[in-house]
């Protein structure tokens, strides 16, 4: 996780990972706030679609579609 100033962003590299990825997103902020980051602070995640054979991509496609931003 890199800190920049008031912000966050947290980059991660997604291959073949359906099965976890909409979990390990929903869990993200609770993951910030333990790690003493609260609601007030600006935080990205941002995730590469790694050549994934499965329905990875359409999962984070979904997911960035309702994103809050």
């Known amino acids: ?3 920049r100033g008031n912000g966050t962003s947290d980059n ?3 291959r073949n ?3 976890c ?3 390990t997103l929903d869990e993200w902020p609770q993951v910030l706030n333990g790690v003493g980051l609260t609601s007030e ?3 990205k995640a941002i995730v590469i679609g790694d050549g994934s054979t499965d329905q990875t991509t359409a999962i984070l496609q979904e997911l960035a579609a ?3 931003r």
């Open 1 to 3: 996780m890199a800190l």
């Open 12 to 14: 991660h590299a997604a």
């Open 17 to 19: 990972e359906e099965g």
């Open 21 to 23: 990825i909409g979990q």
């Open 41 to 43: 602070t600006s935080a």
């Open 66 to 68: 309702s994103a809050i």
